[in-house]
């Protein structure tokens, strides 16, 4: 896996904190944003690339996995407790997008994360994925496309590929015009390629993050708006927490979060308020 980890200039050890990004992300979508965003208030933050995305290593490449990014998220908080310009008892975690289900998977099993912040959070279960595609039908359709693709890969090593967002391909993860990704200056960088693993649809449309929310007692801050991605999930994942918990209704839509102001400046600090309060 490779990494930035962006230092701050106060003396260290500092709190640490790792970040990612939305799904199919690499670091320099968002994630290097937000951390570097938090260097700037006093914390050390880590953005990488996850297992088979951008300048990591592994196969296959670029399949939304969650399972495995999981695991990836639990090695860059082992990375971050070992190194000497780190506190290890200070350490947290920050979520951008699909993010937030992996950072809350990884608070619910890990105690080494002492703070969770979630920035225009995807959060889902099995209802709220028929809601955003298109019905149960719907739903099963692309888990049977995804088995399809997943015997093909195993049988020949081959990757079925669709576009994550285009406003011309339905096959895409996301059939829409989204500026924030199609375009060079702002998301649509050559770092990321726009493609999704059809067989990635099944691990994506199983995952129960809501469930994750009553094995989390860490103190939760989510920062959403309401038109923003799916806020009923935000809603339903924070009634869940068991823990102390916060979350801020803030103006703007999805992708205003991922590069835009007021935006990101409003939930940077949050977050750094946020672990400034917690990570004691």
């Not at 209802?127 to 955003?132: D, G, L, S, V």
């Not at 449309?205 to 007692?217: E, G």
Request: hydrophobic letters at 45%; aromatic letters at 10%; a negative charge.
């Amino acid at each position: 896996m490779t990494g930035n980890l962006f230092l701050p200039g106060s003396a260290t050890p500092a709190p640490g904190i790792v970040v990612a990004g939305t799904w199919t992300s690499v670091k320099e979508l968002m994630a290097d944003r937000y951390a570097e965003r938090l260097a700037d208030r006093g914390y050390a933050a880590l953005s990488f690339d996850f297992t088979g995305f951008g300048e990591s290593g592994g196969e296959p490449r670029d399949v939304e996995d969650p399972a495995r990014k999981v695991r990836d998220i639990q090695q860059a908080v082992t990375f971050l407790a070992a190194h000497p310009a780190i506190d290890a008892d200070r350490l947290g975690a920050l979520g951008v997008c699909a993010a937030a289900m992996y950072m809350a998977d990884t608070a619910a099993h890990d105690p080494r994360i002492g703070s969770l912040a979630l920035v225009a959070p995807w959060l889902h279960d099995a209802a709220i994925c028929a809601a955003a595609y298109g019905g149960a039908d719907a739903v099963a359709e692309k888990i049977k496309i995804a088995r399809e693709a997943h015997a093909r890969f195993a049988e020949t090593g081959e990757i079925d590929y669709v576009p994550v967002v285009s406003a011309t391909d339905p096959r895409a993860a996301m059939p829409y015009d989204i500026d924030f990704y199609l375009n060079p200056a702002r998301g649509g960088i050559p770092a990321w390629p726009n493609r999704f693993a059809v067989m990635a649809w099944e691990d994506w449309l199983t995952y129960d993050s809501i469930a994750l929310a009553p094995q989390i007692t860490q103190p939760t801050v989510l920062v959403h708006s309401q038109d923003a991605a799916i806020p009923d999930g935000a809603r339903r994942f924070h009634a869940g927490l068991a823990g102390p918990k916060a979350i801020l209704w803030a103006e703007g839509t999805q992708f205003d979060f991922y590069d835009q102001e007021p935006q990101v400046t409003l939930a940077a600090d949050t977050a750094a308020a946020h672990f400034g309060r917690t990570l004691r």
